[in-house]
């Protein structure tokens, strides 16, 4: 018991020897703030700061910036870890801050790190000129304004300098190398103009240069290709002329980046200086000459090497195969010539390989070995070889290349024979263009497996068979092109799997049945083209579900019925063109309140009723309605019979041509015959010999851009009401062409087109022009391009010969005995076109420029842009 009451008792002397103690320590706290209080300078700047900032949705700034609590303990501040506590880190970053950033940040004079990145700052840069202890500036990813200000060179400790992703303006600041400490330095993604300067070399730390997506102009620096520690150079995306520096010395260089400028001459010998280099872009330049051919020694560490878009020519050097690491390789849109080195096979790490546009051949089985190394490349993912020379069938040996390759691309080539079959194991093909080709055969055997695609074009081959019903397995595609091929047979029903198709074009086919129903469950499609083919039957009410769709391309079919009603809904159509059917009933009410249709075709049917005047109707250069006998009424421009019977001087008007016509006709008849008679015996000896045969030759855009040289003006010979003719010279076959480009914006032109492709190709005889081909496809940058290339005649039109022009040099004359020579081989033709090719066919468009001379001054007759055909009594004796 005493010893308890003892314990207490020292308890209590305990405590009263331990509070006052307690209470100094507390009183030493107080004093620790009272200190703190005293260095009032940096809150006042931080607090400043704070005013300025106009947004702060996260409330970074607001939840704890207040005078309560000390500014050390702030978010995103951090100061020095000894007094007078100072503001050493400012911490802001991808906060969504707005407003300006405040100048007093120029007075935390012991600040080393700032960062105010990924915020929407805007207006200038502060004076920051005081900060000699700042070392890190990042101010990246904001909306600043106005120029670099030279002042920032005062900040001579700054080792990072980030202002990428700005409005910045103006000149990289003259007096940059005072920064002698800079080893980073971030401009990219602003609007800075002027030259590079040269000083940099002097900032021997400098590690990285990342300039690009600027405006920089003049040439590069010799001394920016000289810098000993430099590790990465990023000029791209800038206007810098002029040729690359011929001396490199950057024995540190991992990344240089000079693509999309306008630099020119060659790559530098002083390539083989820099063999730490692991990333190359020069594309997107003038650069040119050949690659040197040690390319692949001298950069041994080389992963990316991106040259395309150059005017680089040669052969590619078998030394690419040599860098061990090299993966990704872009050579497109250059003139490369030869084959494809098969050294490339030793790049075990390859995972893309771009050779599109160039001039690369095979020609043999030793030009397609390349197919068979690249099968060692086990990560290839994406080869593309389109636009090329490459020549015959495809080697069996593609099916070698690994199977985690996504893009397969042999577009416009010149490859032939059938697809082997076995290609079907790429089940990770993403992409598989053979488009522009020459290939043959079905495509059963192997499309269906290839179950990832998303884009398949076989467009413009000679593709025959079916679509198998196992195309309903690539449900993730987006793209189907299978145009222009020989395609036969239904649509399967389980294409409507394709859900996720937005185009689908099947023109130019043979298919025929119904178009399915299913189609209408494609939401998402924008482009559907059935045109050509021998489709019967109704369109689908179905179609009328589309929710994207933008065109619809229906024409040269043999539908029926009439435009099912739920076409009223669809508000994105832009384009309908159902032209060339059998479609009748009348017009639907509904095509005038389509608000998006700009371009209606429904010519060619037997659509009844009166035409509306308002919605597309109202404007007649951007629909065509004509031969619908039952059509009347509609705008002034579109000329059809008005509605309403009893016009009497329309009646009248009627009359007289009907009247004069057949005894016009009856005339020009016994014209006709008398100069028949007169010449035909002494011309029958070499009738028959120019018929040119079934066979057709097949060329593309290309061929037609080549030989008329892109349809130069110096080519072009006349231009007329639906387009321009052009003199051009076929490349394979030698032969002196007149190409005639239809220019499809011209109201009609298509419709001339087709006319004329019509009445060529059943009619041939020795006094009609005769035609080699038609081209029917899409240009450069996609527009549809539409002609017709005919042999060429020497002496041109006759129109040349009557009608002497001002300029030239001596008047051609024609004698009698030519003059009616040239009108009997007329009659001849017209005589051949009104009874003897099978359809009685009328010219519609006889005149002298359309009467073409060849070198023996034989008259041939040509255009049937506008020809009509005569369909015998039941069309009630009319042309239709
Ligand atoms: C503040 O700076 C010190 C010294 O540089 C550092 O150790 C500490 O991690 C920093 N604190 C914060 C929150 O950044
Ligand atoms: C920028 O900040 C946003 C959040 O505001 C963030 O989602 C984004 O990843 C940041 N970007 C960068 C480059 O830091
Ligand atoms: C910076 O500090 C100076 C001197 O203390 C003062 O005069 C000036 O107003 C301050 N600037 C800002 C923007 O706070
Ligand atoms: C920058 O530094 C130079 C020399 O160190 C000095 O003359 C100049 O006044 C300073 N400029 C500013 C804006 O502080
Ligand atoms: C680089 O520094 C040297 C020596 O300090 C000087 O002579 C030269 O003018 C500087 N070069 C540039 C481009 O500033
Ligand atoms: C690019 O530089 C050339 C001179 O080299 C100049 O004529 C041209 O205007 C510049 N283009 C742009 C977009 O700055
Ligand atoms: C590129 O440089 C050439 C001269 O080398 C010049 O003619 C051309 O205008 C330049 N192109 C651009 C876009 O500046
Ligand atoms: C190539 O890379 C290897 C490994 O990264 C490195 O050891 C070697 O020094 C590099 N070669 C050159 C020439 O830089
Ligand atoms: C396609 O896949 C089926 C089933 O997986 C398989 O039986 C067939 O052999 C494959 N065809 C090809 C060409 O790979
Ligand atoms: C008719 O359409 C054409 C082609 O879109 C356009 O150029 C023209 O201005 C239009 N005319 C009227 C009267 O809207």
């Known amino acids: 018991m005493l010893l308890m009451r003892h314990s207490m008792l020292l308890a209590k002397l305990a405590v009263l020897i331990v509070l006052p103690f307690l209470l100094l320590c507390y009183g030493v706290g107080n004093v620790y703030c009272s200190t703190i209080h005293e260095n009032r300078e940096d809150l006042r700047s931080l607090l400043d700061f704070k005013k300025r900032i106009s947004s702060d949705p996260n409330g970074a700034l607001m939840s704890n910036w207040t005078t309560n609590t000390h500014f050390c303990q702030w978010n995103g501040v951090n100061c020095t870890s000894t007094p007078p506590y100072r503001v050493r880190e400012l911490i802001l970053t991808g906060l969504n801050l707005g407003g300006e950033i405040s100048s007093s940040l120029g007075n935390l004079t012991s600040l080393n790190y700032l960062d105010l990145s990924n915020n929407s700052f805007h ?9 000699q202890n700042l070392e890190y500036l990042l101010l990246g990813s904001n909306l600043l304004q106005g120029v670099i200000p030279d002042a920032l060179t005062n900040c001579s400790n700054l080792v990072t300098l980030d202002l990428s992703g700005n409005n910045l303006n103006g000149l990289i600041p003259p007096r940059i190398s005072f920064l002698t400490k800079l080893a980073y330095i971030k401009l990219y993604s602003n609007h800075v103009t002027g030259e590079i300067p040269a000083s940099l070399r002097n900032i021997t730390n400098l590690q990285l240069v990342h ?49 999309v400028n306008n630099l020119s001459g060659r790559i530098p010998r002083a390539l083989s200086n820099v063999s730490s280099l692991q990333g190359l872009s020069l594309a997107s330049n003038m650069l040119g000459s050949t690659l040197p051919s040690n390319i692949g020694d001298a950069l041994p560490n080389l992963t990316i090497l991106y040259l395309g878009e150059n ?40 995972s893309s390989l771009n050779l599109d546009q160039n001039m690369l051949q095979s020609t043999d089985n030793e030009g397609w070995e390349f197919i068979h190394a690249l099968g060692k490349c086990r990560s290839l993912k994406k080869l593309s070889l389109s636009i090329n020379r490459l020549q015959g069938a495809i080697p069996n040996s593609i099916v070698n290349l690994s199977s985690t390759l996504t893009y397969l691309l042999m577009s416009e080539n010149n490859l032939s024979g059938t697809v082997p079959p076995r290609i079907g194991r790429f089940s990770s093909l993403v992409q598989l263009s053979l488009d522009q080709n020459y290939l043959t055969g079905t495509i059963e055997e192997w499309v269906g497996n290839m179950t990832k695609l998303e884009r398949l074009n076989l467009r413009s081959n000679s593709f025959v068979g079916i679509i198998p019903p196992s195309i309903g397995q690539l449900t993730r ?7 222009e091929n020989q395609f036969t047979g239904f649509i399967p029903p389980s294409f409507g799997n394709l859900k996720s198709l937005s185009e689908l074009h099947l023109s130019y086919n043979n298919f025929k049945g119904g178009i399915p129903s299913e189609l209408g469950s494609f939401r998402v499609l924008t482009i559907l083209n059935l045109s050509s083919n021998r489709f019967s039957g109704g369109i689908p009410e179905t179609l009328g579900k589309f929710e994207q769709i933008q065109t619809i391309q229906m024409d040269q079919n043999i539908l029926t019925g009439n435009v099912p009603s739920t076409f009223r809904t669809l508000n994105t159509l832009s384009r309908l063109n159902l032209s060339h059917n059998n479609l009748s009933g009348p017009l639907p009410d509904f095509l005038n309140d389509l608000k998006s249709l700009t371009k209606l075709d429904i ?5 009844q009723g009166e035409v509306p005047t308002d919605g597309v109707f109202a404007n007649a250069t951007i629909i065509s309605l004509n031969d619908n006998p039952g059509l009347c009424g509609g705008a002034t421009d579109l000329h059809l019979r008005s509605c309403h019977v009893g016009n009497k001087r329309v009646g009248v008007v009627n009359y007289l041509i009907k009247i ?30 120019q018929s040119f045969g079934e066979h057709f030759e097949k060329v593309t855009y290309n061929d037609l851009a080549q030989a008329t040289r892109d349809f130069s003006e110096s080519n072009l010979i006349g231009r007329g009401s639906y387009g321009s003719v052009y003199r051009g010279k076929l490349k394979e076959s030698k032969m002196e062409v007149a190409v005639k480009v239809f220019d499809l914006e011209m109201q009609g032109a298509e419709r001339s087109f087709l006319s004329e492709c019509e009445a060529l190709r059943s009619i041939q005889h020795r006094n009609l022009l005769p035609i080699i081909t038609a081209c029917s496809t899409v240009d450069k940058v996609g527009n549809v391009f539409k002609a017709l290339v005919y042999e060429l005649m020497p002496n041109g039109s006759l129109d040349t010969w009557l009608h002497h022009k001002g300029d030239e040099e001596a ?15 007329v009659a001849d033709a017209l005589d051949y076109l009104h009874y003897d090719c099978g359809r009685p066919t009328v010219h519609c468009d006889l005149k002298p420029s359309n009467i073409l001379l060849d070198d023996d001054m034989n008259a041939l007759l040509g255009d049937f842009g506008i020809a009509r055909f005569y369909q015998g009594p039941q069309s009630h004796g009319r042309f239709s």
Request: hydrophobic share 45%; net charge neutral.
């Open 811 to 825: 008047p051609k004359r024609l004698g009698l005995t030519k003059i009616i020579s040239i009108a009997i081989n």
């Open 311 to 350: 005017y680089f020519e040669g052969h590619i050097p078998a030394s690419l195969g040599n860098p061990p690491g090299l993966g990704v390789i872009d050579l497109s849109s250059n003139y490369f010539t030869g084959q494809i080195p098969n050294s490339l096979g030793n790049l075990s790490q390859l």
């Open 211 to 259: 300039f690009s997506k600027n405006q920089l102009n003049g040439r590069i620096p010799d001394e920016v290709m000289q810098m000993p520690n430099l590790m990465e150079l990023h000029l791209n995306q800038n206007n810098l002329s002029g040729s690359i520096p011929e001396v490199w010395q950057m024995p540190n260089i991992l990344v240089l980046d000079l693509s």
């Open 660 to 689: 004069l016509i057949p005894i016009f006709g009856f005339m020009s008849l016994v014209l006709l015959v008398y100069f028949l008679f007169l010449e035909k015996k002494t011309r029958r000896a070499n009738a028959s010999e």
């Open 477 to 483: 595609l987006t793209y189907l092109f299978l145009a």
């Open 603 to 607: 010519s060619y049917n037997n659509f």
């Open 123 to 131: 207006g200038p840069i502060p004076l920051l000129n005081k900060l």
